[in-house]
């Protein structure tokens, strides 16, 4: 009973993620529902000062100026400025951080080689100042335009990597063709069908410590991005056991989750990344992180009660 009230919960917050109607009109009410707690800020200045407080911990940031259901040119452009401007903030506070971006936000949705030239401008200004594009994964349809982007601008830059899903059946043979890139191992957060996607949670757990295992060992830099604390302890063991140097990998998580965890690991010298989204268009982002842990509505809760 409890499993089918977790999915139905899950698919709600999935459709809500996925309503354009709601993802448009958040934008104008600023951050609500509890989102200012999980989203650091509606511009760069507020993101800043967010990123230089992690900062003083010994944590670096991978941020990501929020936008995705981007269907118009002048929206794409709009945001492949602002994340030029991100990227000018960095190298101007001297941030300890990097970019992380989705190419719906760049215009995949519109035109493949519009989305690529968008992309093409920012990595190469990132690239200047030596700072690093960390391309997410959205869902599946936009799998292989993400990857065929990836290959066309390695050819020229290599301060670009990507995300790789644990719950797609076909993620072992792509961490293997990208295994001399840094790459960020997720469990996955869209909703896939059976045909493409482990659905059962054991499964993509087991897949998961068999990808991060894999790219500790093989890969170039693994960034291993969870709030589970029993894949962090497994992979604590698996990198002391194996000597995995420091460098070659790092823990992330998102900004506002277990706070105190993700102070503790920088605290015990692991390389430790929060992601750190900010801006209008936070509403799928936070409907997302409402489908993937039912219990993120507390936050919801206390803001809304704390009135
Ligand atoms: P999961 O939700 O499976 O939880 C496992 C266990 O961990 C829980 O049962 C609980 O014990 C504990 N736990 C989890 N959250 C907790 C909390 N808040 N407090 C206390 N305990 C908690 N996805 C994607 O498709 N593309 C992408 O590009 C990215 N990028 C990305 C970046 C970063 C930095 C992160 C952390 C995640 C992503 N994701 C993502 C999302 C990812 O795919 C996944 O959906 C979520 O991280 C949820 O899975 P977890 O591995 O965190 O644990």
């Given at each position: 009973?409890?499993?089918?009230?977790?999915?139905?919960?899950?698919?709600?917050?999935?459709?809500?993620?996925?309503?354009?109607?709601?993802?448009?009109?958040?934008?104008?009410?600023?951050?609500?529902?509890?989102?200012?707690?999980?989203?650091?800020?509606?511009?760069?200045?507020?993101?800043?000062?967010?990123?230089?407080?992690?900062?003083?911990?010994?944590?670096?940031?991978?941020?990501?100026?929020?936008?995705?259901?981007?269907?118009?040119?002048?929206?794409?452009?709009?945001?492949?400025?602002?994340?030029?401007?991100?990227?000018?903030?960095?190298?101007?506070?001297?941030?300890?951080?990097?970019?992380?971006?989705?190419?719906?936000?760049?215009?995949?949705?519109?035109?493949?080689?519009?989305?690529?030239?968008?992309?093409?401008?920012?990595?190469?200004?990132?690239?200047?100042?030596?700072?690093?594009?960390?391309?997410?994964?959205?869902?599946?349809?936009?799998?292989?335009?993400?990857?065929?982007?990836?290959?066309?601008?390695?050819?020229?830059?290599?301060?670009?990597?990507?995300?790789?899903?644990?719950?797609?059946?076909?993620?072992?043979?792509?961490i293997k063709?990208?295994e001399n890139?840094?790459l960020?191992?997720?469990?996955?957060?869209?909703?896939?069908?059976?045909?493409?996607?482990?659905?059962?949670?054991?499964?993509?757990?087991?897949?998961?410590?068999?990808l991060?295992e894999y790219h500790l060992l093989n890969g170039k830099?693994t960034?291993?991005?969870?709030?589970?604390?029993?894949?962090?302890?497994?992979?604590?063991?698996?990198?002391?056991?194996?000597?995995i140097?420091?460098?070659k990998?790092?823990?992330?998580?998102?900004?506002?989750?277990?706070?105190?965890?993700?102070?503790?690991?920088?605290?015990?010298?692991?390389?430790?990344?929060?992601?750190?989204?900010?801006?209008?268009?936070?509403?799928?982002?936070?409907?997302?992180?409402?489908?993937?842990?039912?219990?993120?509505?507390?936050?919801?809760?206390?803001?809304?009660?704390?009135?």
């Amino acid at each position: 009973m409890e499993v089918i009230t977790l999915a139905l919960t899950r698919d709600f917050f999935m459709m809500l993620s996925q309503n354009k109607v709601l993802n448009s009109g958040a934008k104008r009410w600023g951050l609500k529902l509890g989102a200012q707690s999980v989203v650091a800020g509606t511009n760069i200045e507020e993101m800043v000062e967010s990123v230089k407080k992690l900062n003083e911990n010994g944590i670096s940031a991978t941020i990501d100026n929020l936008g995705e259901f981007v269907f118009e040119k002048k929206e794409a452009t709009e945001a492949m400025n602002q994340i030029l401007g991100v990227i000018e903030a960095i190298h101007k506070n001297n941030l300890d951080a990097h970019i992380s971006l989705k190419p719906t936000q760049l215009g995949l949705d519109i035109e493949y080689g519009f989305c690529l030239e968008n992309l093409r401008e920012i990595v190469a200004k990132a690239y200047e100042y030596n700072i690093f594009i960390n391309f997410d994964m959205e869902d599946y349809g936009h799998l292989q335009p993400s990857f065929d982007i990836i290959d066309e601008l390695s050819k020229e830059y290599d301060n670009l990597g990507t995300v790789i899903q644990a719950y797609f059946y076909q993620s072992e043979e792509i961490i293997k063709k990208y295994e001399n890139y840094r790459l960020r191992i997720v469990k996955g957060a869209y909703k896939e069908p059976e045909n493409l996607a482990y659905q059962d949670k054991k499964d993509i757990d087991r897949n998961y410590i068999k990808l991060i295992e894999y790219h500790l060992l093989n890969g170039k830099f693994t960034s291993i991005a969870t709030h589970d604390h029993h894949v962090i302890d497994h992979v604590k063991n698996f990198a002391k056991k194996n000597n995995i140097p420091q460098e070659k990998f790092e823990f992330q998580m998102l900004y506002g989750f277990r706070k105190d965890l993700q102070l503790k690991l920088a605290k015990e010298g692991y390389n430790f990344c929060t992601y750190v989204p900010f801006g209008n268009d936070w509403y799928g982002y936070f409907m997302r992180r409402l489908a993937e842990r039912p219990q993120n509505l507390n936050l919801v809760a206390k803001q809304v009660f704390s009135k």
